[in-house]
């Protein structure tokens, strides 16, 4: 009887799985398959492992997605730390989460402002005297902008992960004789990895794809597959084409997934 009522309570799961999560994948793969006309053909996979158009937007896809890893990161786990440390925690990662409230295209647009030619930013450079700089549709401005709305995302498993953390592990390194510095290099660090990856993987995983951010910060400077993605769909109608790019995508993804693996999980 239990067993009937668990299965009962797990059905909308399965089904919402398998209408929005395996479905799709499955007629993405589908459609990869399929030209313009939609015949069956290998093209679109040969068309792009064989072009350097779409080699090079994979490595660029890549590489991004990794430095706003990285930047995210840098910035994400010290502010976690201090934040884990603070007498209201959860507020301060309220003030953390609030900004993802916010719409995307509205917080681009907000970027655009500061940014433009004429945005804040350039009128300041202007008035300490370094003058107006080419700051939108650049790497860096694209980069900074994607960090800014990832960072929600690899704060909070971060945080998660250091608030649960024995804190009479931490004080027995220090009673041992270690230092803060090595408490924090030799405990805090190890134990808090499962945030780090869980992190990683919010963050890098999403910005492989981003493609309204490229498109409204990083202008056609800053391509990605993302971005070859939305073209093909919506401009070119090569269904096919941008179906096989998000396969890759997916694929991609995966790799991710396995690579950040929890390994003691993983070997079990």
Same mark, same amino acid.
């Given at each position: 009887?239990?067993?009937?009522?668990?299965?009962?309570? *797990?059905?909308?799961?399965?089904?919402?799985?398998?209408?929005?999560?395996?479905?799709?994948?499955?007629?993405?793969?589908?459609? *990869?398959?399929?030209?313009?006309?939609?015949?069956?053909?290998?093209?679109?996979? %040969?068309?792009?492992?064989?072009?350097?158009?779409?080699?090079?937007?994979?490595?660029? *896809?890549?590489?991004?997605?990794? &430095?706003?890893?990285?930047?995210?990161?840098?910035?994400?786990?010290?502010?976690?730390?201090?934040?884990?440390?603070?007498?209201?925690?959860?507020?301060?990662?309220?003030?953390?989460?609030?900004?993802?409230?916010?719409?995307?295209?509205?917080?681009?647009?907000?970027?655009?402002?500061?940014?433009?030619?004429?945005?804040?930013?350039?009128?300041?450079?202007?008035?300490?005297?370094?003058?107006?700089?080419?700051?939108?549709?650049?790497?860096?401005?694209?980069?900074?902008?994607?960090?800014?709305? %990832?960072?929600?995302? &690899?704060?909070?498993?971060?945080?998660?992960?250091?608030?649960?953390?024995? %804190?009479?592990?931490?004080?027995?390194?220090?009673?041992?004789?270690?230092? *803060?510095? %090595?408490?924090?290099?030799?405990?805090?660090?190890?134990?808090?990895?499962?945030?780090?990856?869980?992190?990683?993987?919010?963050?890098?995983?999403?910005?492989?794809?981003?493609?309204?951010?490229?498109?409204?910060?990083?202008?056609?400077?800053?391509?990605?597959?993302?971005?070859?993605?939305?073209?093909?769909?919506?401009?070119?109608?090569?269904?096919?084409?941008?179906?096989?790019?998000?396969?890759?995508?997916?694929?991609?993804?995966?790799?991710?997934?396995?690579?950040?693996?929890?390994?003691?999980?993983?070997?079990?």
């Amino acid at each position: 009887m239990h067993q009937t009522k668990a299965f009962n309570y *797990s059905v909308p799961y399965y089904a919402w799985l398998l209408l929005f999560v395996i479905a799709p994948v499955i007629l993405l793969l589908f459609e *990869s398959f399929m030209d313009v006309h939609g015949n069956f053909t290998l093209n679109n996979y %040969q068309t792009y492992f064989s072009s350097g158009t779409y080699i090079r937007m994979t490595f660029n *896809s890549v590489f991004f997605a990794f &430095m706003v890893t990285v930047i995210t990161l840098a910035i994400s786990y010290p502010m976690a730390l201090i934040m884990s440390r603070l007498k209201h925690a959860q507020f301060w990662l309220m003030l953390v989460i609030l900004p993802t409230w916010v719409n995307l295209l509205l917080k681009a647009y907000a970027f655009i402002g500061l940014f433009a030619k004429q945005g804040t930013l350039n009128e300041f450079l202007t008035f300490v005297g370094i003058g107006p700089q080419q700051i939108m549709f650049t790497d860096g401005a694209f980069m900074a902008v994607a960090a800014y709305v %990832q960072i929600p995302f &690899m704060i909070m498993p971060i945080f998660n992960s250091l608030v649960e953390i024995d %804190q009479s592990l931490v004080n027995a390194a220090r009673d041992l004789g270690a230092s *803060s510095a %090595q408490t924090l290099r030799k405990v805090i660090i190890p134990l808090s990895m499962n945030g780090v990856r869980t992190g990683v993987q919010a963050v890098f995983i999403p910005t492989l794809s981003l493609f309204m951010i490229t498109r409204l910060i990083g202008g056609n400077r800053v391509i990605t597959l993302g971005t070859a993605i939305e073209e093909h769909f919506l401009v070119t109608q090569n269904w096919g084409m941008g179906s096989t790019i998000g396969i890759i995508l997916i694929i991609a993804m995966a790799i991710t997934m396995y690579l950040t693996r929890d390994r003691k999980q993983g070997g079990k």
